[in-house]
């Protein structure tokens, strides 16, 4: 490559084998970076564990129970095994449509026999799911992904070595099919995941299949997020190495159409759901300033006319928080939308262009086509660029900080056998360290008040739902800005549901106390709003659990004051004297509950 030293390894003068070989670099150094980090948290995070006796039936009290690291370890080992067979596959592929030799054949099997046991492992063999370390069992999976890593330095050594010629004009052989099958496959798996969760648990008590989908949401959105951002990396590197546009002879270095398929399909599914996410807000505007004008005049009924403005400042953060309501049926379409983007990847192995396609069916023509393609690029690198200007702002400001804790806290609560290289889960670690303290100070004859914000308070309900009974009755608990109810009973009703709220309650003697504000976008009630000139339906002890707390505490300045008090939202509410008197309330439940050990 004439005036690019750095890539003279790749020069058309060089063998097609040695320029794959070095190119599969690539992907093998990726893989191992992915495996060393999946790999490098166990020893901070799953290292802890306390000894216990499950005390719950609900799963929710299985957090922190059992040692993940073996699950996680085999999990692991497979997902290495497959990623490289992958790779061996593809090259492989490329090399068999030219030439044709035992070795090839008995590199071919061996690489069908890894993806064949990867899959068997994984759906059939029990063992894998095991919390316990087998060294047996272990040591087969740690077999299969050494035994794969030297397969994988076998076929690129005889890729780099084989004398057949290869095709001088085109792209590389079965690589579009390959790619385009591995999109399909995960659009089949995420659709299947959706149907097995709602015919499972998806309706149930009158309520709508809607709040079971959490997981297979999150699941699509991050498939189609990886397949656009691999898509745009792969166009990305396919200009770098081919700048001048001369491929005659040499392999084409334009994506397969799969990829393209993908950009377009993610630029549809984006477009459609900022579309409808507009046309939900704004159809929904009025009715939620309605409830909001409803709740200010509730709780400011005596403001003076000076403070009009403030009480519409306050009108709109009670209308925006309340579209958090929304935002559940609109991961469900965006999801919808994103799988029906990934699936048009089949249209790929058909060879059918988009262009070709929007003009044949829908009369688009071909250069509107390639237009919005080429802006699904740059859309894809308008979010990578986001998510990197977001982590920025992280770090800088503090409020969008406490969100993004928020999104990061949701997706890193949950045990990491979801996926082995997922972020470490923090609550394997914290609530058994957590269960392990209040044991203590119960023991040594203390009552004990837990109080916990946010994600806190679902850390809080795993740990009451895995302390003894006689540990309990000397537990207090206190939350504020929960999304118990509000996010994870609709996200995640197999974990979170009533049955396991109301067991929470009972445990500790229904000495809970969950403050919350209507302000807040993210925390909510847990039984029951109690918001004024609203009628009290619900009865018994878990109408006493949740208090509403008036945001803000007032619209004019105080006398010592020169601002009125701010709209605090989800911040936490310590220094308010809401808290302080839930506080002593809950603290005198325990001296009148058990005023002999006190």
């Known amino acids: 490559m004439p005036g690019r030293p750095e890539l003279a390894v790749l020069a058309r003068r060089r063998p097609i084998g040695l320029r794959l070989g070095v190119l599969s670099l690539v992907p093998v150094a990726a893989i191992g970076f992915v495996w060393w980090l999946g790999a490098r948290p166990s020893h901070s995070f799953d290292a802890f564990r306390t000894p216990s006796t499950p005390e719950s039936k609900h799963r929710l009290s299985a957090v922190g129970q059992w040692d993940g690291e073996p699950l996680v370890g085999r999990l692991r080992s497979v997902h290495v095994a497959a990623a490289f067979a992958t790779l061996d596959g593809s090259l492989l592929a490329a090399r068999a449509s030219q030439h044709a030799s035992w070795v090839m054949v008995a590199l071919l099997a061996a690489t069908g026999t890894v993806l064949l046991l990867c899959l068997v492992l994984v759906t059939v063999v029990p ?303 914290a609530v058994p360290e957590l269960a392990k303290r209040v044991c203590y100070l119960v023991e040594q004859g203390h009552g004990v008040l837990l109080a916990g914000h946010s994600h806190g308070s679902v850390l809080l309900a795993a740990t009451v739902l895995q302390l003894p009974t006689r540990v309990t009755d000397r537990v207090a608990l206190l939350t504020y800005g929960s999304p118990l109810n509000r996010l994870y009973s609709r996200l995640f009703p197999a974990y979170t549901d009533d049955p396991a709220l109301r067991e929470i309650g009972e445990r500790v003697g229904w000495r809970w106390l969950n403050l919350w504000r209507d302000t807040d976008p993210i925390g909510g009630w847990i039984f029951a709003p109690h918001r004024p000139g609203e009628a009290q339906r619900l009865t018994g002890p878990a109408a006493m659990v949740d208090r509403r707390l008036t945001d803000p505490e007032g619209v004019v300045p105080a006398p010592s004051d020169s601002v009125p008090p701010p709209i605090l939202g989800h911040w936490p509410c310590e220094s308010q004297e809401a808290f302080t008197e839930a506080e002593r309330d809950l603290t005198a439940r325990l001296r009148r509950d058990h005023p002999a050990r006190d």
């Open 127 to 429: 063992g894998i799911d095991r919390t316990d370390s087998s060294p047996r069992v272990d040591a087969l999976f740690r077999a299969l992904r050494t035994l794969t890593c030297g397969l994988t330095m076998l076929v690129i050594v005889h890729i780099v070595i084989s004398p057949a010629p290869w095709p001088r004009v085109g792209a590389l052989p079965g690589y579009s099919a390959i790619v385009a099958w591995l999109f399909v496959s995960q659009t089949v798996l995420v659709a299947s995941l959706a149907a097995l969760v709602i015919w499972r648990r998806g309706g149930g008590q009158g309520r709508s299949p809607l709040r079971a989908l959490g997981a297979p949401v999150c699941i699509t959105i991050a498939a189609e997020l990886a397949v656009a951002f691999s898509a745009e990396l792969v166009y990305r590197v396919a200009d770098l190495l081919d700048r001048d546009g001369t491929t005659a002879d040499s392999l084409e270095t334009s994506p397969s159409l799969a990829y393209k398929w993908a950009i377009f399909g993610f630029f549809l599914a984006m477009v459609a759901a900022l579309l409808v996410a507009g046309l939900v807000t704004k159809l929904t505007r009025p009715g939620r300033r309605r409830a909001a004008r409803a709740i200010v005049a509730a709780d400011f009924p005596h403001a003076p006319p000076s403070a009009a403005g403030r009480l519409r400042r306050v009108e709109q953060a009670v209308a925006r928080a309340r579209f958090t309501e929304r935002l559940e049926p609109l991961a469900v379409g965006y999801a919808c939308l994103a799988a029906i983007g990934l699936s048009t990847s089949v249209l790929g192995l058909l060879q059918l262009l988009p262009g070709d396609v929007a003009q044949r069916y829908v009369g688009v023509p071909e250069g509107m086509v390639d237009f919005l393609i080429g802006s699904g690029s740059y859309l894809i690198a308008a979010v990578v660029l986001g998510l990197v200007i977001g982590g920025i702002f992280a770090y800088r400001t503090a409020g969008f900080r406490r969100y993004v804790g928020v999104l990061w806290d949701l997706g890193t609560f949950w045990p990491r056998a979801a996926h082995p290289f997922a972020p470490p889960c923090y609550a394997e670690r």
